[in-house]
């Protein structure tokens, strides 16, 4: 196969790994933390590991609505120091953040500390290293760390998203760098997250949505689904959460420990969902006199104008579909919560060759193989 | 019809770049004091008195931010 030719402008800088990030740095096309230098040799190892056209455009990122093509993604993974065989999970999950339903010009221009939370699933995420297993969410995982971090890179460099500037998030959180696991499916006593979505367990998917920072939850004694659930909404139930305000999700990083507890006692995922959906509500004088009229009594008269503010419930989210229920994390009893920013739903996706067939294994991308 | 971009300070550099990608680069803008969400009756009158000269400058005379 003849190496693919690059559209993207060629910069002459010194060979000097110091110069060439401050370089990157000064002009805002780095996250903060050095890159690896997205050389053509590199850019084509990367893109060896795709079967799309470089130029194929993906989507246009906002605000500045610059094109996101399978080569920026594949200098993003270069920069990001993504293993190239991840380029199949990442080309998915940018072709996830063009679905409307991921808003995400809103999820651009918003002041909420929205990280782009990805849960890879099926027989790809595992093959390209990613990992659903103790600290998932944490430092230690090649495959996790730098798909989630190219996500930012591309984000910034196409989109305009340079921190402070053009993103306003207020505060941040450490998910933006990466908010990126697989699902630790080994462990889980259910069938894996993305059949719940639509898919089949041979197949993979990767499912995105701007989540806030997880919120851990506690819990050493709980012995009965019932009392996991107890301590689970407990967490869920903040009112600084946009999912009261919004219909979206909420997700759940369930570990395993705490999983097996709740299938011990014959709950599905399901039942996880619809507990969550029917008994997550708090009363609405839990938010100040000004939140109450300004995200209740005014916005939605019919309901609650002269609705009694002590007796008044406010679901946390409108369906138990909302409630995304992820068998994360290795061994302990803490489970994690996490809000998103409301204004988007989760997208999922799976995971294909370039005609829109399922790809069951990384070797049908392998640089040169029989399919490739 | 007439139409004015408003935000406050901190957005004005993300407002001009969306509008930028929307092909909408000639939108006139109006940028006033923030912030906006938060604050008492007495100060949502100054910001609209602020913002009201400037709009009425920018629909009569053309100059916007």
């Known amino acids: 196969m003849s190496a ?30 050095p890159i690896i230098p997205p050389t053509p040799e590199r850019v084509r190892r990367m893109l060896a590991w795709t079967d799309r056209d470089p130029e194929s ?14 080569e920026t993604v594949a200098i993003a993974a270069v920069m990001a120091g993504a293993p190239p065989e991840a380029m199949p999970l990442l080309i998915t999950a940018v072709e996830a953040l063009g679905d409307p339903a991921f808003n995400l010009f809103g999820v651009m221009a918003t002041t909420y500390p929205s990280g782009v939370l990805m849960i890879a699933n099926g027989p790809l995420a595992e093959e390209c290293g990613m990992h659903g297993g103790s600290g998932a969410l944490g430092p230690g995982w090649r495959a996790n760390a730098t798909i989630g971090r ?8 196409t989109g305009g998203g340079e921190p402070g500037k053009l993103d306003k998030s207020t505060l941040g959180h450490g998910g933006r760098f990466m908010y990126t696991l697989a699902e630790n499916e080994q462990e889980s006593p259910w069938e894996p997250f993305h059949v ?56 759940v990083f369930l570990s395993p420990d705490h999983a097996a507890v709740v299938a011990r006692d014959g709950w599905t995922r399901a039942d996880v969902q619809r ?57 302990g009893r803490h489970s994690a919560t996490a809000s998103s920013i409301g204004i988007s739903r989760a997208v999922t ?3 294909t060759r370039r005609d829109g067939r399922p790809a069951y294994s990384l070797s049908e991308f392998k640089p040169g193989g029989a399919d490739a | ?47 609209a008195a602020e913002a009201y000269e400037q709009v009425m400058r920018v629909l009569t005379q053309g100059e916007g931010a």
Not at chain 1, 8 to 31: C, S
Not at chain 1, 277 to 283: A, D, K, S, V
Not at chain 2, 2 to 27: D, H, I
């Open chain 1, 4 to 33: 693919p030719k690059l559209s993207a402008d060629l910069l002459a800088v010194e060979d000097d790994l110091e110069v060439i990030n401050a370089l990157y740095h000064a002009r805002g096309w780095t996250d903060g933390l």
């Open chain 1, 57 to 70: 455009v993906l989507l246009a990122v906002p605000p500045r609505r610059g094109e996101a093509t399978v």
């Open chain 1, 150 to 157: 190219a996500i930012r890179l591309l984000l910034i460099n």
């Open chain 1, 196 to 251: 719940t979505r639509g898919l089949r367990p041979e197949e993979s998917a990767v499912t995105i949505l701007p989540a806030a920072a997880p919120h851990n939850v506690n819990d050493h004694y709980s012995a009965s689904a019932e009392g996991i659930l107890t301590m689970l909404l407990g967490t869920l139930l903040s009112v600084g959460s946009n999912n009261f305000f919004y219909d979206s999700e909420v997700v």
């Open chain 1, 275 to 331: 507990a969550i959906f029917e008994r997550g509500f708090l009363p609405m004088q839990c938010w100040s006199a000004e939140n109450i009229h300004g995200r209740f009594r005014d916005k939605y008269p019919e309901q609650y104008a002269t609705a009694d503010a002590a007796t008044t419930r406010i679901p946390l989210v409108r369906a138990p579909d909302r409630v995304l229920v992820v068998v994360a994390g290795g061994a």
């Open chain 1, 349 to 351: 996706r799976q995971v």
């Open chain 2, 1 to 47: 019809m007439p139409v004015v971009l408003l935000c406050t300070k901190p957005f004005a550099a993300l407002a001009r770049a969306t509008a930028f990608g929307l092909g909408l680069e000639q939108v006139p803008m109006v940028v006033i004091t923030h912030p906006l969400a938060g604050i008492h009756d007495t100060d949502v009158a100054d910001r």
